[in-house]
């Protein structure tokens, strides 16, 4: 009984600090829209980057867009991907529209146009900024088990049924979207056309730099092959102090022929120099090699989503 209501905890914990993770993401991912990248009118890939082309070109809301374009994707979403997917991903999408609404609000000056809060001409520094909060929010999105809609919903559909990966179907779309805006910018902005595009492909880059630099050092563990003739004694203090347990293989040095505890361990990035220090400690002579891995998933480390 008191393991099903730990189980039961443990899940409601996961859940929160998931929808955490997600609001926070999103919120963080439209600062980066509405405070940088639209007063200064640069385009990047996305659905939310389609979207933000057509309110250049049009003035029409980017939130009404990015509502009716993910309502049609999640319609076939839910009728090819089942409706898991696409009750979470309709969430991200909802909480991604109340943020998008909320900071163009706040971000609108009297005139009713977007408040440049670098001050005039600074859409490169506006482009960097914009890209690494956007990065920060997509990969706080992503760690929370959720996408952000969009393209993200066309590239799972596609992947589903032809050998393409899913970052790949991404990257020619969002390639294909910022060239396009070239042709609509060319009428509206004929002396900035080709910066925008530009900026357009260096926001995509360092977005996606972000996330990525981000996602990774979340999942980033460090495994330890340890060589010693005190495994067990070693094994019994890591797990007193880490609560960690160790894999003992039994093996022979090919030139002393002496027994040998070979023990294999995976702890925390944060951990390990508490663990080197342990183990110096209970057997000086022991012979370390220390590697980082990522995606470490089982009890005490990731849970697979």
Not at 141 to 149: A, E
Not at 242 to 255: D, S, V
Request: include cysteine; charged fraction near 15%.
């Amino acid at each position: 009984m008191a393991q099903k209501s730990s189980k039961i905890l443990r899940r409601a914990w996961e859940f929160s600090k998931d929808f955490l993770y997600l609001n926070l993401g999103m919120a963080i991912y439209m600062a980066g829209w509405t405070v940088f990248l639209l007063p200064y009118h640069i385009p990047t890939g996305g659905w939310v980057g389609a979207c933000s082309i057509l309110y250049y070109a049009t003035g029409f809301p980017m939130s009404y867009a990015v509502l009716i374009g993910n309502g049609i994707l999640l319609s076939i979403a839910l009728w090819q991907l089942g409706w898991k997917f696409t009750v979470k991903t309709g969430y991200a999408v909802i909480s991604m529209v109340f943020f998008l609404e909320i900071g163009q609000r706040i971000m609108t000056g009297d005139d009713g146009q977007f408040i440049q809060i670098l001050g005039p001409n600074e859409s490169t520094m506006a482009c960097v900024l914009g890209a690494l909060i956007n990065g920060l929010g997509v990969g706080l999105c992503f760690l929370s088990g959720g996408v952000t809609g969009g393209w993200d919903i066309v590239a799972a559909i596609v992947n589903k049924y032809k050998p393409i990966s899913f970052g790949r179907v991404l990257l020619y779309l969002d390639l294909t979207v910022i060239g396009c805006s070239y042709f609509i910018f060319k009428t509206k902005y004929p002396d900035d056309a080709w910066h925008m595009v530009v900026f357009g492909y260096v926001t995509l880059f360092v977005y996606t730099y972000a996330a990525d630099m981000l996602i990774n050092s979340a999942k980033q563990d460090v495994q330890l092959i340890i060589m010693t003739t005190k495994g067990e004694l070693l094994a019994r203090i890591i797990r007193e102090r880490t609560g960690h347990t160790m894999t003992q293989i039994n093996g022979e040095g090919c030139y002393s022929h002496a027994p040998i505890n070979v023990m294999l361990l995976l702890v925390h990035r944060h951990e390990q120099i508490s663990v080197l220090r342990t183990i110096q400690d209970v057997d000086p002579a022991a012979f370390v090699s220390s590697s980082r891995v990522e995606g470490v998933y089982g009890l005490g480390f990731n849970r697979i989503k």
